[in-house]
């Protein structure tokens, strides 16, 4: 009896240490993952559990440090023997809990410390549960329960730690589950122990809400302890899905692996953890997590989530523009518009408008208006009048019109046009400039007809020229046997527009042309015509022989008088001839006659004075005219410099002058000036203009036009990326223009390279550098001397480099490495590869790879010029016609080399792509064998594999050099043509 009255203080001694502990022991933060089904620290009140016994576990008050009631359960009927005191909790719902977990706060004394122990005291406790669909009330059966463990202290206090007031609190957390039923009971078994339950909670995890890459994803329960939950996410406002968004909720409440996302509509923007519209001043036109953009120049919104910013106004967006572009204006009228008046054409040139309106596709078009004298509205021009180039889409600042009628006044309109002229109408400006054409030689006679035909006479009537430009004085009929080849020819002259032709040779084929004559002089010959005069008869009347007799006597008379006409104006016109200073410009170098209209070149060298053909090609021009700006480079006879020509009534204009150093030999001044002498016989768009040269004062000049971005080759290299395809193009076709005028003239280049290629402000190309003479490059592999000069030798075709056999078809072989070079922006032919490995390689059949991004057209048009067989080889014409083919279709310029899959060769191709076997053969042929090693660590065996490599491949594996990450991305995709060409055949590699 006196057990029990002992047992009671200490248990009082034991809450009161407890409740020290209260700070650390009761205020624990959980997590935010974990939701509480029962927190009895949470309730201020009695918790109203089940103590069975009765005298067996006892609910105690308490306060906290703040003064806060607190429920707490102790036991310790430790002086009493078969102990078996139940505490049963209320009836817990477990919501939606699949596992719960059961934290339990106590404390616990050693058996030892306790004295005098009478009956059996125990160090542990029972936990159970038990689950029911419904709340049993008051009802309790032990057998019911289900143990969950037995709970152990690991720290116990002793009667010292009481004296110390040092008591060790326990924390122990147990797990339940998966439950089934709505709810369940917790229960405490005490058999014999010295305990204090201070805090029971129960709780679940789950995986809270997140928002995660612009996706909800809401409280998630775990299913169970061995799966994870995939939960699909739900975009916030004003997103889209980008891939569906998913997350994984683990058995700890923790999300995982987060896929796919959301993006922000057009006119929102990602802020925070959700989609905002775009504010006033701002827009977002495309779907993403990109910022909104504020509004460009000239444009504005004055509202939120603008998906584009309206322009200013009279400013515009073509339908074209981004919405990221500035909104532009129309430009303003050409400036200093000048006419250069030649007879019935005229050249219209002027100035960049001061305002292009913040476009750079600025282009001009020139209406021409006839204006009769008393009209007040002038008329369009007729329909045959001739724009060259064209007369709308001009990206040039100079046209040439002709086919114009003689004595007439003309309007011209030029109007600058950009992509919004067509939306502001109004806003159109041109400049206009009014002409009145010269007296002009009339033109061509265009229809002949055969009246009537003997054996000895033709008679023929023509129609009037189609611009006879003013009154026609007389025809000139010039007539000659077909076989005899114009060695000798007849002329008459006609008043009206007929003739008859006599004293012929029956059955003889003759040409005939004729060419009116006006007080402007002779226009130019109609082309030939062939006639025939009729067969002889066998058998004639005597009547038909008096007249044949007559018409034959008629005839005999007038060659006689023709003959005669005709040594009184050979000897006048030879005499005139004699006398004229300009005499070699009718006769070739050799002595041959040159003949009229047909422009052949005439090698300065074959004069036995070759100064003397400066002075017969170029004109010389007054020093006091030049004035030179500045030197912009140096050449093997000089400076070169830049400088402006003002002629006497001319406009001034930007020029480059070459000038020859002081102390030079008469060889040099000749060698300087034959330069001069061959680019004064060319006149051609695509070839470098010759302005004249100064001869008669120091320093020696010679004067050409300026192109202001130099060479092509260091342009492109400075606009590496910067143009189209089909502005690379237009390029190519202006050289491949300007070889066929000299292909034409007899003139083979020797030396055509994109460093001899120049280029004005308008990217026109034109050829220059008409000499061979001179040192190349400064790099002394640049050229590969033999007998007769030097050669350069990676421009050069095989058959001049060993035989020195120039022609246009070595031309042809150089233009296809200025293609090469166009397409690869300036990049040397062959890279590193010495000239001798060049020629080597050549011979073997190795050609240069299609650079990155070049159309499969361009390069096989390229393989054509590099064939061997210089026969084979494409004409300029052809490459010309080829040319403007593909300009006016663009669409045969998408197909790229590297996009070769189903791509067919084109009909007739005999140039074979080298076969390699590998990787280490393919490697060595483009002088790359450094990287050997790393295709092979890379795992790349076969030359297949390596057909597939892209140029984040090529980095990978560790070519770090761009020049050499060039080199081996365009050979792989030659690769690719040779093995589709070899699998086509059926080879393998």
Same mark, same amino acid.
């Given at each position: 009896m006196d057990c029990k009255p002992r047992a009671k203080p200490i248990l009082l001694f034991i809450l009161l240490f407890i409740l020290s502990f209260i700070r650390s022991a009761l205020l624990t933060i959980h997590p935010s993952n974990e939701v509480n089904l029962l927190d009895s620290k949470a309730s201020q009140g009695e918790l109203g559990w089940i103590s069975y016994p009765s005298h067996g576990w006892e609910e105690i008050s308490g306060v906290d440090e703040h003064y806060t009631p607190i429920r707490?359960? @102790?036991?310790? #009927?430790?002086?009493e023997y078969s102990q078996n005191n139940w505490l049963r909790t209320n009836w817990i719902p477990? @919501?939606? $809990?699949?596992?719960?977990?059961?934290?339990?706060?106590?404390?616990?004394?050693?058996?030892?410390?306790?004295? +005098?122990?009478?009956?059996?005291?125990?160090?542990?406790?029972? +936990?159970?549960?038990? %689950?029911? !669909?419904?709340?049993?009330g008051s009802r309790f059966r032990e057998h019911q329960f289900s143990k969950i463990d037995t709970i152990a202290a690991d720290e116990s206090f002793t009667q010292m730690d009481l004296g110390d007031r040092i008591l060790k609190l326990n924390t122990e957390v147990r797990e339940v589950g998966p439950l089934t039923k709505k709810g369940f009971y917790l229960a405490f078994q005490d058999v014999g122990a010295c305990v204090a339950l201070v805090s029971v909670r129960v709780y679940f995890k789950l995986c809270p809400f997140i928002v995660r890459n612009l996706a909800s994803f809401p409280d998630t329960v775990p299913m169970d302890s061995h799966s994870l939950v995939e939960v699909k996410g739900s975009c916030v406002n004003h997103s889209k899905e980008q891939e569906p968004p998913r997350m994984y909720c683990s058995t700890e409440g923790e999300w995982l692996v987060p896929i796919g996302k959301c993006l922000c509509n057009v006119g929102y923007e990602e802020r925070g953890s959700s989609c905002q519209a775009c504010r006033a001043g701002f827009y977002k036109s495309l779907l993403g997590n990109v910022q909104c953009s504020k509004c460009p120049p000239h444009s504005f919104t004055h509202h939120e989530g603008a998906l584009h910013c309206g322009c200013e106004k009279n400013y515009f967006r073509a339908d074209g523009d981004p919405p990221s572009m500035a909104c532009t204006r129309p430009p303003s009228a050409p400036r200093n518009v000048i006419s250069v008046i030649n007879e019935t054409s005229v050249i219209l040139d002027w100035s960049w408008p001061? !305002?292009?309106?913040g476009r750079k596709d600025v282009t001009f078009t020139v209406l021409c208006k006839r204006c009769r004298p008393g009209q007040r509205v002038c008329e369009a021009c007729r329909s045959n009048v001739r724009f060259l180039p064209r007369a709308a889409g001009l990206q040039n600042t100079t046209v040439t019109v002709g086919d114009l009628l003689a004595h007439t006044n003309y309007t011209f309109e030029i109007? $600058? @046009? #950009?992509?919004?002229? =067509?939306l502001a109408p109004t806003m159109r400006q041109y400049a206009a400039v009014t002409i009145t054409t010269n007296q002009a030689a009339p033109s061509?006679?265009?229809?002949?007809?055969?009246?009537?035909?003997?054996?000895?006479? &033709?008679?023929?009537?023509?129609?009037?020229? %189609?611009?006879?430009?003013?009154? &026609?004085?007389?025809?000139?009929?010039?007539?000659? @046997?077909?076989? /005899?080849? /114009?060695?000798?020819?007849?002329?008459?002259?006609?008043?009206?527009? #007929?003739?008859? +032709?006599?004293?012929?040779? *029956?059955?003889?084929?003759?040409?005939? =042309?004729?060419? $009116?004559?006006? *007080? $402007?002089?002779?226009? *130019?010959?109609?082309?030939?015509? /062939?006639f025939e005069t009729s067969p002889d008869s066998f058998s004639i009347s005597s009547e038909s022989s008096q007249v044949v007799l007559i018409a034959i006597s008629s005839a005999a008379a007038i060659i006689l008088l023709t003959v005669l006409l005709y040594i009184v104006i050979g000897r006048f016109c030879g005499y005139r001839r004699s006398k004229h200073p300009d005499e070699k410009r009718l006769h070739f170098g050799n002595g041959h006659l040159r003949l009229p209209g047909i422009r052949t070149y005439v090698d300065p060298h074959t004069y036995e004075d070759p100064s003397q053909a400066v002075h017969e090609f170029a004109k010389e021009l007054d020093a006091s005219c030049i004035a030179i700006d500045k030197v912009v480079g140096a050449g093997e006879f000089g400076e070169v410099c830049s400088g402006r020509l003002r002629l006497p009534s001319k406009k001034e204009n930007c020029v480059a002058i070459k000038t020859l150093k002081a102390g030079y030999t008469d060889k040099q001044r000749r060698d300087f000036l034959s330069e001069a002498s061959i680019m004064g016989q060319f006149d051609h768009p695509n070839i470098i203009r010759l302005e004249g040269v100064v001869t008669r004062s120091k320093p020696v000049m010679i004067v050409t036009e300026y192109m202001e971005n130099g060479s092509l080759d260091s342009f492109l290299r400075t606009h590496d990326g910067q143009f189209t395809v089909i502005q690379l193009v237009g390029m190519l076709r202006g050289i491949a223009s300007g070889m066929k005028y000299l292909s034409d003239m007899g003139y083979v280049h020797r030396d055509l390279a994109a460093r001899n290629i120049l280029v004005n402000s308008n990217l026109v190309c034109k050829v220059s550098d008409f000499g061979l003479s001179r040192v190349l490059e400064d790099d002394p592999e640049a050229a590969y001397t033999t007998t007769g000069g030097k050669i350069p030798i990676r421009w050069t075709a095989p058959e001049a480099i060993s035989y020195r056999k120039f022609s246009s078809a070595s031309d042809a072989w150089s233009y296809g490495i200025v293609m090469w070079e166009v397409m690869s922006y300036g990049e040397r032919p062959y890279w590193e590869m010495s000239n001798q490995d060049v020629i080597l390689s050549i011979e073997e059949g190795y050609r240069l790879p299609a650079p990155m991004g070049c159309p499969v057209v361009l390069h096989q048009l390229m393989l054509h010029c590099w064939q061997k067989e210089r026969s084979q080889r494409p004409k300029f014409t052809d490459v010309v016609s080829f040319l403007d083919k593909l300009i006016r279709n663009p669409s045969s310029l998408l197909a790229l080399v590297e996009d070769i899959q189903g791509l067919a060769e084109s009909p007739g191709e005999v140039v074979d792509y080298p076969m390699f076997i590998s990787i280490g053969d393919w490697l060595d042929s483009i002088k790359m064998s450094q990287y050997k090693s790393s295709f092979v660590a890379a795992g790349f065996s076969t030359l297949d594999s390596v057909a597939q490599m892209?140029?984040?491949?090529?980095?990978?594996?560790?070519?770090?050099?761009?020049?050499? =990450?060039?080199?081996?991305?365009?050979?792989?995709?030659?690769l690719r043509l040779q093995l589709l060409h070899q699998q086509e055949k059926g080879f393998h590699v």
């Open positions: 707490t359960f @102790q036991v310790c #009927n430790v002086m477990r @919501q939606s $809990a699949k596992k719960i977990y059961v934290e339990l706060k106590f404390t616990l004394r050693d058996c030892n410390s306790i004295p +005098l122990v009478l009956g059996t005291c125990k160090e542990t406790f029972n +936990l159970l549960y038990l %689950e029911t !669909d419904e709340d049993q001061e !305002d292009t309106g109007e $600058a @046009q #950009n992509g919004v002229s =067509q061509p006679v265009t229809v002949i007809r055969k009246d009537r035909t003997s054996r000895n006479s &033709i008679s023929l009537s023509w129609l009037e020229p %189609e611009r006879p430009n003013g009154i &026609i004085l007389d025809y000139e009929v010039k007539y000659y @046997q077909k076989q /005899e080849q /114009e060695t000798s020819y007849t002329i008459l002259r006609s008043k009206g527009c #007929n003739v008859t +032709l006599s004293g012929l040779k *029956a059955d003889t084929s003759y040409l005939l =042309q004729i060419r $009116a004559r006006t *007080a $402007a002089g002779y226009g *130019a010959s109609s082309r030939s015509f /062939e892209s140029i984040e491949d090529v980095r990978r594996i560790g070519v770090v050099l761009i020049g050499h =990450q060039r080199r081996i991305v365009s050979s792989i995709q030659t």
